[in-house]
Every structure is written in C-alpha cells, then in structure tokens.
C-alpha cells in the first residue's frame, strides 16, 4: 500500500451509520488510489486521535480536498468543523483473510478469532466482511474449541458488571417456539432470594424476543448502575443487553444474522454464553426446544448441543443445566410482543396455567435444584408454590416498577382493534399445530418491530373442529400487512388434522 498521505477539511454529518465509514471526493479517491469500499486512516491533527475507516466514493456530496465524517467517526476522533485530518490508505485487515481461511474450512485459533471479534466489535470490517464471516460460521461450523474461543472472545470484548450479591443466576432459551417463559420464571427466582439480572435480547426468528415483549411494561434500556441497583434491592430485572454493550461485537453479529435467519450453532452457543458471563452468572439453565418446526429438530441433535452448552460453560467458570423441551407444540396460545405480555401477565394473575406456565416453573425449578436452593425433585414443587401464592406476580409488579414502568396488569394492555379470525376450513381433531407456520404469520403481520402485532390461537392440538370455527384470531397495525398475514394462514394452514369420518358409503 502506497505511503502517499493527504490533509483533508472535514465535513461533518449529523447521521449515525452505526459503522464506521467517511466519504471521499472521487478527485481525491483517485489521487489515493482507492475505492469504494477500501480502508483508510484518519488522523485528527488537533486532538492526534485517529482510527481506520471504510470509504465511499461521490462526484459532488463532498468537495474536493474534504472529507465527509458521520457521527460515529467524528465521535472517534473528537473532530469539529474546523479540524483537518491526515489521511492515509491503509492495507487489507488480518481478519479478512482469517475470515477466508474458515471458508475455506480451516480451523481458527484463539487469537485469530479475537482478531475477527475485535475488529467486528470496532466496526472495521464492511458489512460484506462481516457477512462473509458468518456465512463462514454457518457453513462450516465452529468445533468445541472454536466456541470456546469466540465465547471469550465476545466476553472480551465487552464490558462486565460486577455485583455485590451472590449467587447471580440466569436462564435462556435458544428460541423458536413462542411464549415468554422469562417474564414469568425471573420474578418467581427472585422471590425464592436468589439474584437474576436477566439481559435479553430483541427477536431474531421469533414473533417476540424477551426484550421486545418488556419494553410493553417498562423501559429496557437500563444503565449499568440502574441493573444493579434494581438487581440488588429487588433480586431480578427484565433488560435489554444490548443497551449497555455487554458484548458489543455479539449485538454486530445479531444484525447481520437477522435478514437471514442464521443461527449457527457454535456462534449461538458463544453469543449465550457471552451474555450470561457478562454479568458474572454462575448457574444458568438452557431451555434447548426440539420439534420439527424450530431451530433444533431432533432429540440427539439437542442432546449434543447440550452438551455443549455444559462444557463451554464450564470452560468461563459456569454452571450449566442444559434442558431439552417439546418444541412440537405452541408454548401458550400467543404470539406477538404485547399479545405474549398479556398472556404472561395472565399466568402471573393467575388467570390461566396452561403448558406455557407449566414449563416456567420446571425450569425455575431447575435453577432452584442448580443453584442448591431445593434439592433434586422438589425445584419444580417450590416454584408452583411461589406463582400460586402470587409471590411471583408482586415481584414482577416491583420489577417493573422499579425500571420505571406503569403497566403492571394484563387488563392494561390493550390488543390491536385491527383483527381478523381465521376459520377452520375442514371438520376434525387438531393433530399438530405448526409453530414455525404461527410465528411467520404473526411476523408476516408485523411482529415483533410492530409491537401489537401477532396472532391469538383459540383452538390447540386435541380439540375438536367444526367447519367455521374460528382456530386463531391475527392482529396487526395497518391493513396490508394484516391482509398479507390472513392471505398467508389460508394458503398455509397451520393445523393438521385428524379427520372424524375418513370416508362414507351410501
């Protein structure tokens, strides 16, 4: 790379990329000898701060001589209006070609993967480097040691909060199926006097993450005073991790993960268990749902994922309970932010108990026998008894109000009055409900981004089905996108069914 330098003026724009990028005049993008797309760095020659940007190219959105700066590089560098920069071309990064040798299949070492991180984590690599890294991760995989390796390496690259409490527990699911089983088990754990600071994160695949059905109750983007101090009074809070940058280059690569729907499997392992040691947990249990229609479709491949999770785990100094659970069926009748926030509240209340309650307490319960708070068999007896007794249902209500919410009841939450029931088209008894097919109608409708969004079922796998009646009711917020979601559940009818009468002779 050539050493030729330049000062430039700079043009400041009051825009947020979320990466770091500057655009150069093609006049002095030829001088350079660079593209679109190439690396440069810059230097402040007032504060001497500098850092290394990816470049575009314009005719006549940046003089010549200039050099147009977004927020996050002018933050970078402390720059002003009347600052000049040096800049220079730099070479290709060291995480480019690691990236190449995964996808070639090549093994990465510890060090080659916290290069990759690092340079994800302070948005160097463009957005096609970063993708081409995960199409990497999911095509050829990470081994045991890889994943212990990028998990270290995410922890690495974060920050940690350090409580004055102990023991610090957590709990995650791997997702695919619905039903917010954390709003439920996180004051149930807490008002048992262990300690769960509870860092969630938005939806990938799903029709609601954990954080986009909180953020209906009270405000998620905590601080890290805020988590522990509220986590230190109260013993549990619902918050969104990525607000603290917990493990900035993990929230990175949730970004680029998202369009596709990419989950691979030592990247999934690693993003968990990066949060959870971000906030310093020592016993954590792993909901792993297995069926046909989620991540995971058979048992023996959970079996050694939970595996996984355990050794891993053990690697960053946790302990972990991997649990494998029936993903074949919908995890209560909601799906959507505020639909699923309603029904939890409802379980909270004491409204309803269906599988969706019953899983929460199995797993609480697991904590409790985890953490040594129950003995093995009678986890799952002492939370049934906390959510009965309403313990659980106050502990969320001080949650909440503590991270500074106002909606603490189901009856608060008011549902979308723009609707449409889908009716069964054929007579029998529900086989199976399809729970990918209910998730990508509710997302089809505008989940989780559209927080009311979603779908209701009235009827679930056993029930008898006469033709007309109504089998699940979708919400949404504008007209196009409920129509979409009713065009979709008529075209691809979520239900199987056991026919009554196979057939008739007259």
């Known amino acids: 790379m050539s050493d030729y330098s330049q000062d430039l003026k700079v043009k400041l724009f009051p825009v947020s990329t979320g990466k770091f990028v500057c655009v150069l005049n093609e006049i002095d993008a030829k001088e350079f000898g660079v593209f679109a797309g190439d690396r440069v760095e810059i230097e402040n020659k007032r504060t001497k701060k500098r850092c290394v940007v990816i470049i575009d190219v314009t005719k006549d959105f940046v ?62 690599l463009s957005d096609i480097e970063a993708s081409a890294f995960m199409a990497a991760v999911y095509m050829k995989g990470f081994d045991l040691e890889e994943t212990t390796s990028m998990t270290k390496a995410l922890i690495g690259n974060g920050k940690k909060i350090n409580f004055a409490v102990k023991p610090i527990v957590d709990k995650h699911s791997i997702g695919g199926v619905n039903g917010r089983a954390t709003m439920i088990i996180v004051p ?42 509220i986590t230190k009074k109260i013993g549990g809070v619902i918050t969104w991790g990525g607000a603290v940058d917990l493990a900035p280059a993990d929230d990175k690569i949730i970004k680029i993960r998202h369009p ?46 939970a595996k996984k999770f355990v050794e891993v785990g053990k690697e960053n100094g946790m302990e972990i309970e991997a649990v494998v659970t029936n993903g074949d069926e919908p995890s209560g009748l909601a799906f959507g932010p505020a639909l699923e926030t309603k029904y939890a509240m409802e379980i909270l209340e004491g409204i309803r108990f269906d599988n969706l309650a019953q899983k929460s307490c199995e797993l609480a319960g697991a904590l409790f ?35 500074g919410g106002k909606v603490n009841s ?30 990508t109608i509710a997302r089809t409708a505008g989940a989780p981004a559209n927080k009311l969004a979603g779908l209701m079922l009235h009827k679930i796998e056993g029930d008898k089905v006469k ?34 009468i196979l057939s008739t002779v007259r």
Do not use: C, W
């Open 63 to 124: 003089k010549e001589d200039s050099i147009g700066l977004f927020q996050e590089v002018t933050k970078s560098i402390n720059a002003n209006t009347n600052d000049k920069v040096n800049v220079k071309p730099t070479g290709r990064l060291d995480s480019v070609d690691l990236i190449k040798k995964k996808l070639n299949g090549e093994k990465l070492s510890s060090e080659e993967l916290k290069t990759i991180v690092k340079d994800i984590a302070d948005s160097r």
């Open 188 to 229: 149930i754990v807490a008002s048992a006097g262990l300690y769960i600071p509870k860092t969630s994160s938005r939806s990938i695949t799903s029709a609601a993450g954990t954080a986009d059905a909180m953020e209906i109750l009270a405000p998620i983007d905590l601080s890290f005073d805020k988590i522990k101090s």
């Open 260 to 305: 596709l729907a990419l989950d691979p499997e030592g990247m999934l392992i690693a993003s968990v268990l990066a949060k959870k040691a971000s906030v310093g947990s020592k016993y954590v249990v792993i909901d792993i749902p297995v069926g046909e229609n989620v991540k995971i479709k058979d048992k023996k491949k959970a079996l050694a994922m």
């Open 369 to 403: 026998e985890l953490a040594g708070v129950s003995r093995r068999g009678q986890g799952f007896h002492k939370a049934l008894e906390i959510l009965e007794s309403g313990q659980a249902l106050k502990k969320m209500k001080e949650i909440i109000k503590a991270q």
């Open 410 to 439: 189901s009856n608060q939450i008011i549902l979308s009055g723009m609707n449409k029931v889908v009716k069964s088209t054929e007579e029998g008894v529900i086989s199976k409900a399809n729970v990918k097919a209910l998730t």
């Open 467 to 500: 033709k007309g009646e109504v089998l699940f009711t979708i919400y949404a917020e504008n007209e196009i996108k409920l129509a979409s979601a009713y065009n979709y559940a008529m075209e691809n009818n979520p239900f199987t069914f056991k026919k009554i």
